[in-house]
């Protein structure tokens, strides 16, 4: 039975027994303690934890959730039991049916004879688990599913007993394995051998509320929910390897067409008998699928979060298949080959084709050359440590590596198991804690805290908050709510910070890339001015103020007001970023999808998916169309619709977004422009004003940004552009019209006078060298010249320096090392001659050592090294401890 068949079964047994039927939710969710989405029951959480009301019919739901779990990435392929990605199907009931419900629902399901819709499993082949204490689901499996009691196991908290970890609902599980036979492993159960019983299906049953303490059952149980819920999930691809007969997940339907890719491009055979290369295999076929679906969901490759993982994943896949024998570009054919055998099941794989393979092969180009410059300098510190007789790459080499060459720290570790070496990651890590310290952060704004939604529950489940800011920017509201510093009061006074909550308010929460509305609250002599405004549980607005005035009591009678200026411009800048969406998509085509945007008065940037660096052509036609839509006053229309209608209309949704069923399409000129978006626009496209578009920028691997003003800002820019022009055309005494040629002509002179001046340069600095090398003291068996250069030389001087001294001392084992002060910087430099180099000293050991005196760092080759800093007090200090370095030697 095919994979896109199991879940079809699945999705029409629940939804017969009454079950809503939700989507699977993006991968990619607005959670900050979560990646991804790595559990079938993390999209119902609010409804587990009580914070949000479950809106399905009957309190009951199903869902086949596509899940990606990485903490094992190093074990995928070792063993066939680890996937990165994993499609997880659950019914779920929110204080509705309970323990036997559950059981009976899932054992019908895997019993039930194919032509009702079943998934024919033998009943005798089935085995279940159960919590030590938990005698009602025992008896339930018993005497109601008529399970033998041989064939029921009880298991202990680690195994048979769920919570998140943290206080909160928690309860007993009960599991169903399946037996697959004596060749697979000793008799006697699950408890036996969880290889040959596999699990393919948790019941979860939450009824109680625990207490603080750990995952292994360190905590008390407070006491019991008040309605008791069922989380259950069952493995598809798990279910998939026993209903189509293969021994793991790698040889069904999903994933072994993805190796007989590979073995067509490499050449190599897989189940041949090396271990080594079925796991590159695997390799291949898991991350090829994970890294598709996670770009299916809008993610690019990064060096952070989620675009990290997507990185790791895509690289291990390309290096895999190179390790394996493949040669050039391997990610089109793995890509397209999961593509195809995805799509039944994710249909808009199809409409993003093109886009995924667009990211997947730009970070191919970009990892091939990494992987060649970084395997070549990989290959040479293996060499050094392996002919010192050490088994252990040291720390700043790996870190080098990483810092220098874009080579991931997972990459080197896994390379230098291959070589049979270790890795110190202690100095590693060092390494990369002094990085953090050098860097400042620039996200200290981001509102990315995990809100504990409970504090708001009562006015979430009761009393959500009525938006009316679409009609009227003015609303008589009545304060339903104030929380001060984490804690609900009564009232407040002047001067403090407080968050209130409206029955119904005029104030856009911010949402959709748009920055929630500045305004006031006016109650007589009563001022609060609110700065802010954020949605709790797409219900409830929060408007946060400051009281400047007077004070407020919870049932209080107060005028919302909008910032009239404020909301206007907000509105031009966020209907701007929809036509500018719009004219990239005409330039660039379908594959240019958005990304994310930010949209306040006056300004916007808009994020999209792009392998490609925009040319100036394509950046004029941009700005020309979008200008060309504001002249043309498009009608701006809004409708309220079924998401399903919407998605029927042509609608563009932003990936990774969670839409309600009912949503907002947005709608610019007819065809021009049609999407989901919740934000606030004008009513014609000429009150957007003039746009002008500022440029373009990378900002990760597959992705880019395009910044513009509107309205009066963008006036403004233009008016600062012409003066600018002017200006220069006047000092330069040049028509306008001719400035562009006039500059060019200047810039190319410049240019000649630099690199003339800079061949002078050179002849002067290379005048001293024979003067220099009279300074060459005797260290040992080295010669030796350190000394700090006067004059302030910049780095390619000092090592241009260094290299020429190193050649002047001929054949002796001989080692340079120079240091500059030059403007506060301190570049350094370090050439060690052939000799030298074979008696044991490193350029890249000693500028290791010299960097440590001055606050820097560097690397290179074995005969030449360089690096900078940023503490010329230490340049003595550094230059004696090269000397007595080399006296030990």
Known sequence: MQTHEIRKRFTEHFADAGHTVVPSAPLILDDPTLLFVNAGMVPFKPYFLGQQQPPFENATATSIQKCVRT????????????????????????????????????????????????????????????FLDDDEAAAIWRDTIGVPEERIQRMGMEDNFWSMGIAGPCGPCSEIYYDRGPQYGRDGGPIADDNRYMEIWNLVFMESIRGAGDKKGNFDIVGELPKKNIDTGMGVERVACLLQGVDNVYETDLLRPVIDAAVELTGTKYDAGNHEDDVRFR????????????????????????????????????????????SGNVIETFMNTIMDTMTPSFPEIAENRERILRVAQAEERAFLKTLE?????????????????????????????????????????????????????EAFDSEMRAQRERAKADNKAKKKGNTDESLYRQWVDTVPTEFVGFDTLTHDSTVIGLIREGQKVTEVRQGEEIEVILDATPMYAEGGGQLADRGRLVMGETILNVNDVQKIGRKLWVHKATVQNGGLDVGSTVTAEVDHAWRHGARQAHTATHLIHAALRQVLGPTAVQAGSLNKPGYLRFDFNYTEQLTEAQMEEIATITNQ??????????????????????????FGENYADQVRVVEIGGPFSIELCGGTHVEHSSQIGPVAVLGESSVGSGARRIEAYSGMDSFRYF??????ASGLAAELKTPSAELPER??????????????????????????????????????DFKLIAMELAGGLGAGDVRALATDLRGKLGSEKAVVALVSNADCKVPFAVAVSKAAVDAGVKAGDLVSLLGRYVDGRGGGKPDLAQGSGSTPEGIAAALKAVREELATR
């Open 71 to 130: 903490l094992d990435i190093e074990e995928v392929g070792i063993t066939t039991r680890h996937n990165t990605f994993f499609q997880m199907a659950g019914n779920f009931s929110f204080g509705q049916y309970f323990k036997e419900g559950a059981i009976t629902h899932a054992w019908q399901l895997l019993t039930g004879s194919l032509d009702e819709g079943g998934l024919g499993l033998d009943p005798q082949r089935l085995w279940v688990t159960v």
């Open 283 to 326: 390799v291949i076929a898991d991350h090829s699928r994970t890294g598709m679906m996670i770009i299916l969901d809008g993610v690019s490759p990064s060096n952070e979060g989620r675009g990290y993982i997507l990185r790791r994943l895509l690289r291990r896949v390309i290096r895999s298949a190179r390790l394996l024998g493949a």
């Open 373 to 425: 410059a970084g395997t070549h300098r990989f290959d040479e510190a293996a060499a050094a440590v392996k002919a010192s007789g050490s088994t252990k790459l040291r720390g700043e080499q790996a870190f080098e590596l990483h810092d220098t060459y874009g080579f991931p720290i997972d990459l080197t570790l896994e390379m230098a198991r291959e070589a049979g070496l270790d890795v110190d990651m």
């Open 629 to 654: 839509a504001v002249d043309a006053d498009m009608a701006v229309n809004t409708i309220e619709t079924s998401l399903a209608e919407a998605k029927a209309m042509g609608a563009l949704a932003l």
């Open 719 to 724: 008016s600062k552009e012409a003066a600018l």
């Open 743 to 780: 500059i060019a002509q200047l810039t190319e002179r410049l240019r000649a006078a630099e690199k003339e001046i800079q061949a002078l340069h050179q002849q002067q600095l290379m005048s001293k060298t024979a003067e220099l090398v009279s300074t060459a003291e005797q260290v040992g």
